[in-house]
């Protein structure tokens, strides 16, 4: 087992308390973190590492993404969610195999693991070819394949519904792979894309396996108001009154949400993925993030898919999130950088049921190094401050993932980055947008 010994370094531990220890040191014993201090621990170590009196942080948590969507970086802009999604982006996905997911996967890796990311929750289809590519670059991950069904309720059978298979093999082959690296969650895509009976094979599923659950709940006005026409629930209520919430769960996006669904998280332990940019650059409106957090609801981060975002920068889904609401509640305390920051590393680990998102002994060693000396973090007045409202993922010089470092001053150690562009170049694109359509063509 490999001991580390990491020092040099501002080490802001994300503990209750905000704790930022100057001159800290830390011990990385295999996967986990052994010990934190202010003295210089006992060796011998396999390796030191100087972190040049840079912020050392707990790695970020994505907490909902789609990543092969990297592929659709930019298309279809302009458009509504449903707009975007039937007339652009579902007619595409369908030429998808798994050769070009695991291309946009890699891809999506690699910006995700230099911009300082070192776990996800991942929503969907090919997901064993996700799976494996995750686990070869060394991040930690929630995988789940939206489980959709469009069929009348009478015909419904686990048997030949094809989303009922994907979750079973996923689970029987993926859960727990790699010393719990990869984790799987059951999942429901939306209230809108499926109906009753899949909703209480997928909770009794998770019940029976003790998995997790990962919905998209509320995300527009039109998604929320219909179910309620539907039902005379809204999507969370409805859910909840099928199982689904019987299980640690996230509920992404959560924009149209009310003070009864609020309650109803609260009390299930349900917690709400925001994702600030997507929500904006669709036109679907701003989830009341201060108010469910005064209501008992845990708040996590994620960017959700590149094509509505289009990136994968956790350091700016921090500032939005931040500045968004302090300029819709017109209060500068409303969301505050120690808050914002939670959200991105403790409340999205909670979020994900993994132990991670602090420094502390036990912890697993998913760590970042963020360089202080750029002049965009110069001077710094508040670590936090810094990090929230100045810093960018390109600011990140080194990823630990799990106690091993994937990613060190522009070098990535675990992905083939140029093997990965050609494949999405030469294959993945060719086979969406078709012969000769490369990036370069759609350039011009």
């Not at 996700?130 to 489980?147: F, K």
């Not at 689904?244 to 992404?252: L, P």
Request: proline share 4%; charged share 20%; with cysteine.
């Amino acid at each position: 087992m490999e001991r580390i010994l990491l020092y040099h370094c501002r080490a802001l531990l994300m503990d209750e308390a905000d704790t930022l220890l100057e001159g800290a040191y830390v011990v990385v014993e295999g996967e986990t973190i052994s010990s934190v201090g202010t003295q210089r621990p006992q060796g011998p170590f396999d390796r030191e590492i100087d972190c040049g009196n840079n912020v050392l942080m707990p790695g970020l948590v994505n907490a909902h993404t789609h990543i092969p969507m990297t592929l659709l970086r930019g298309y279809g802009g302009g458009c509504d969610l449903h707009t975007w999604l039937n007339q652009w982006i579902f007619p595409t996905e369908a030429k998808l195999d798994g050769r070009a997911v695991r291309a946009g996967t890699g891809l999506a890796l690699a910006e995700l693991i230099a911009g300082g990311v070192t776990t996800i929750a991942d929503m969907y289809m090919h997901t064993t070819d996700i799976a494996q590519t995750v686990l070869e670059a060394g991040i930690s991950a929630n995988l789940s394949c939206g489980g959709v069904y469009f069929g009348a309720p009478a015909d419904f059978s686990p048997a030949t519904c094809k989303d009922c298979d994907n979750q079973r093999r996923l689970t029987e082959e993926w859960h727990g792979a790699g010393n719990g690296q990869i984790l799987v969650d059951a999942s429901i895509h939306g209230e809108y894309t499926s109906n009753v009976p899949l909703w209480q094979w997928m909770a009794a599923y998770a019940q029976e396996k003790k998995l997790g659950m990962h919905v998209h709940v509320s995300e527009t006005q039109s998604e929320h108001e219909a179910c309620k026409e539907r039902w005379g629930k809204t999507p969370l209520q409805i859910l909840d009154r099928y199982g689904v919430w019987d299980t640690r769960a996230i509920a992404a996006h959560c924009v149209w949400t009310t003070e009864e669904d609020w309650a109803l998280m609260a009390e299930k332990g349900v917690s709400c993925i925001h994702n600030p940019v997507s929500n904006l650059k669709l036109g679907s409106g701003v989830a009341w993030i201060p108010a469910m957090k005064r209501a008992g609801v845990n708040i996590a981060l994620g960017t959700d898919g590149v094509s509505s975002n289009n990136n994968h920068d956790m350091f700016e889904e921090m500032k939005f999130a931040a500045i968004l609401h302090n300029g819709v509640t017109h209060d500068p305390l409303a969301l505050l950088p120690r808050q914002v920051l939670a959200m991105a590393t403790r409340d999205g680990a909670r979020a994900l049921g993994r132990r991670t998102g602090q420094i502390a002994p036990g912890y697993t060693a998913d760590l970042i190094l963020v360089d202080f000396d750029r002049p965009s973090l110069t001077p710094c007045h508040s670590v936090e401050d810094n990090l929230v409202y100045s810093a960018r993922g390109s600011d990140v010089v080194m990823n630990m993932a799990r106690g091993k470092i994937i990613y060190k001053d522009g070098t990535f150690f675990t992905l083939d980055l140029e093997r990965i562009k050609a494949e999405v170049e030469t294959y993945a694109l060719p086979l969406l947008f078709g012969d000769g359509a490369s990036l370069a063509d759609r350039r011009n």
